[in-house]
């Protein structure tokens, strides 16, 4: 319960009060305020978030090879279909800060 709490107050506050990052189209900036609490600071998921809540390892180049962008920005626009992810409409992320997330989640790529 606490895992869904830390997940929907951030979101209500971003939609109730301002743009993730202020709008800024910031990929990193976007990423941090609103992917990191549960995909880590540098996309891997703490494994408590990776077990409970099945938290994609983002820098996993095999994940990467199989998402296309359109892909990632379906998840970000719409949630996870297990109802962990939030939606994240554009009044919340908009088109532009988008982009720029994407291009930050594909630049997290483990090289090794």
Not at 1 to 8: E, G, N, Y
Not at 25 to 34: K, L
Not at 56 to 76: C, E, N
């Amino acid at each position: 319960m606490k895992v869904v709490l830390l997940l929907l107050v951030p979101l209500a506050l971003a939609g109730c009060e301002r743009k993730v990052a202020g709008g800024k189209v910031d990929g990193a900036a976007v990423f941090s305020e609103a992917c990191s609490r549960c995909h880590g600071d540098k996309g891997v998921p703490p494994a408590a978030l990776k077990a409970q809540m099945g938290a994609k390892d983002l820098t996993d180049p095999a994940l990467q090879d199989r998402l296309k962008d359109a892909d990632i920005a379906h998840q970000v626009r719409h949630g996870s279909a297990n109802k962990m992810m939030p939606a994240f409409p554009t009044a919340v992320i908009g088109d532009a800060q988008l982009t720029a997330l994407i291009a930050h989640v594909r630049g997290l790529r483990r090289t090794n």
